[in-house]
């Protein structure tokens, strides 16, 4: 029996909510990715490259934990997270910053996004004013707006965020925001890193509005060069003002789906509560293999090593863009310490989602920067993820750029798809 | 450096459904049970059995997907879910009930909690009313209520939900519900199975509203005896008024958080986009276990021995009650045709949650009624699951429970710490 449920909708069943979601471009493209039939180098997703797993490890480990504790690695778990990955991750944190934090204070969550959305749910009335990067990260933007939170976005500079902006914006206004979503560290998608006097600036605005800090920061271990700076988390000297979000997605695997929250007592105990009718808990197994890679060191080794590779591959796509894209007057692009993205900027006026197709076609796939936005524009610029493709598809995936963007600028999206 | 985020609270900066988010003592309970210092025999959380679980058929399946498929595992996966699972469910449906329905119908969950979660999202606006029966599954109703639902609770019969008691209200009312909250098959918590003609009866009440029919059936597939029934699912034939959310958390394993939900294609697709910023994907490699095992045959063989071996356990403990409570006048207790749980009455005027410490001194943990109710009642009450205990451990369980009655009946909370 056949049923055709394509064309039911639910006029007027939506919430609120439900009518105005809005999702991910960047998630999306995985899927249209794998619907194309010849090869392109992904520049797209924020990934870890396919030859970055420590897959053996992976492999002896899970044996290990099927083996000694099977039963209780695919049973439930307790909301709050494994109690080792908890304990591990304490520890971590107090030998990285010298912080002896509290275990009550920090909850396991499914993923980094599942810690953006738990801050969301608990903080963002309707029509709360909330103040994000601009550019920002889709999927961080996408749940502030979900849940109904009205998001300004302000533009960044070199030392990212521009605080005076939103001092101005708000005091104009006589309002104040009541959320900081950032990114501070090789900022997603742009690159940039917030730098230490923009961080202190920041945390004094924010306690002059009453306002909660999210801080996103999955990158913060990926340095490759200069000196880390510390934490908003760190610098609040538990002021309470800054919520933090962690995850392993970038250094280790975003398909296990574990990440981290630091946030006061009570705030973690509400998360607690909101996770147990979201999830239950995180998965398990995943929580319990990232558990004992950082408790046999393979996780810290396994971060050194990321750092190096990664690097490499960095240096190869800045010299790659300087190859192919030297010469084009009007282009420029951001020199991350760290992290997975650049940020570039083509000439005017470039709309990247028409350059997108091109270039798909042509085998290279990029986000097209109204992306990173929830009213759109940044429509001459896009992001590119270096830490994805091989070391030998690199200069290849950027001269597949230079070309689409040739084709587009002569011909046009139709034009280009012509020849 | 230790600070003290114990006492920091946030006043006035919560959101509403912040403020007010619902936690589940049934989650809860797992981390109180692994405070306790004495041997405590569980039958409060809804576990299956530490015995119950095909641990070398994952381990060899975990080291296959990590031998050929390592770096897809454990990177992102589709939003919608894994390639080869959703197929292998989209084949299991046919199979089972003859539907064959669209793969856009379908989206993978980080379990069947994830499922619940989504749907209110998406249709759950403050202050809409929604039905779910008397009492329910926890962390359902907290999902119901952190979306700021108006959740009412309407009592059961033997057959199931009384529909013609919602009839009756609403219309007295002149209101209509949006949703109708239900677990059709060997209930949580009451083991109660909703007869055809309920189901019926239910579709063409939640059809007269425009409302939706939320399904949630975790235990369908474990039936010991007697016939199954279609699914409100597969009874609504296509009209798109139910939306059902299925999980492997009981069939086969909680920790791996894998789930899925049929729905007409445009609300998954609503889905997909608000699930990218809930958790990006389902843990790729828990899906990739479940895949494996319904494609090599795993899954099937697995469930039948479940159901062989639940069926014993929910013997002994039928017999248990009977053995020692069956002389206790005012008490009461269901008598599942599958699932997990059974309900029990006690001797009026109970307190299940003052007798719930006596037991947990004495060794034996439930759940009491209250939890399973939004506004309290049920005090009476409680939820025994009878697939967690090993065999051996079920008499005992029950003698405690008995014993802890005695105690708390004669002597009060009090005074039965005292002895």
């Not at 492999?59 to 997270?81: F, K, S």
């Not at 109904?148 to 206004?173: A, H, I, K, M, T």
């Not at 790659?320 to 991350?336: I, V």
Request: hydrophobic letters at 40%.
């Amino acid at each position: 029996m056949k049923w055709d449920l394509a064309d039911i909708a639910y006029p007027g069943r939506y919430s609120s909510r439900g009518q105005g979601i809005m999702g991910s471009f960047i998630d999306s493209s995985l899927s249209l990715l794998a619907k194309q039939t010849h090869p392109v180098i992904s520049l797209a997703m924020g990934c870890p490259g396919p030859d970055a797993f420590p897959l053996e490890d992976v492999r002896r480990i899970t044996t290990e934990i099927m083996e000694h504790e099977g039963p209780v690695a695919l049973n439930y778990g307790p909301t709050e997270g494994d109690p080792l990955l908890r304990q591990s991750l304490l520890e971590a944190e107090a030998e990285a910053t010298g912080l002896d934090i509290d275990p009550d204070c920090l909850i396991v969550t499914s993923g980094g996004m599942q810690g953006l959305d738990l801050v969301a749910k608990l903080l963002v009335n309707p029509g709360d004013p909330v103040v994000a990067e601009l550019p920002s990260y889709s999927n961080g933007l996408a749940t502030l707006h979900n849940y109904e939170g009205n998001v300004l976005q302000v533009s960044l500079d070199d030392q990212g965020l521009s605080v005076e902006e939103c001092r101005r914006y708000f005091d104009r206004r006589g309002a104040r925001p009541k959320l900081f979503y950032v990114i501070p560290n090789f900022q997603n998608p742009s690159g940039i890193t917030m730098s230490l006097r923009r961080r202190l600036e920041l945390l004094d605005l924010a306690r002059s509005y009453e306002a909660i800090v999210l801080e996103d920061d999955p990158y913060g271990d990926l340095r490759f060069e200069g000196r880390a700076l510390p934490s908003l988390f760190a610098l609040d000297e538990g002021k309470g003002t800054v919520i933090a979000v962690r995850t392993f997605s970038k250094t280790f695997s975003p398909g296990l789906r574990v990440g981290w929250i630091l946030a006061p007592k009570n705030v973690v105990t509400k998360m607690i509560a909101a996770k147990q009718s979201m999830d239950t808990c995180t998965n398990v197994v995943g929580q319990k293999i990232v558990a004992q890679l950082m408790a046999q060191g393979v996780m810290s080794r396994h971060i050194l090593r990321l750092r190096h590779e990664y690097r490499q591959k960095r240096d190869l796509m800045l010299q790659a863009l300087e190859r192919h894209f030297g010469s084009l007057g009007g282009t420029s692009w951001t020199r991350p310490e760290g992290g997975f993205f650049l940020w570039m900027t083509f000439p005017e006026p470039t709309d990247a989602e028409k350059l997108f197709p091109v270039a798909l076609e042509q085998g290279v796939a990029f986000i097209p920067g109204p992306a990173f936005t929830v009213q759109g524009g940044l429509r001459n610029a896009g992001r590119l993820c270096f830490t994805y493709p091989l070391l030998t598809e690199i200069d290849e995936a950027i001269r597949r750029l230079r070309y689409s963007y040739g084709l587009w600028a002569s011909f046009g999206v139709e034009g280009a798809a012509a020849r």
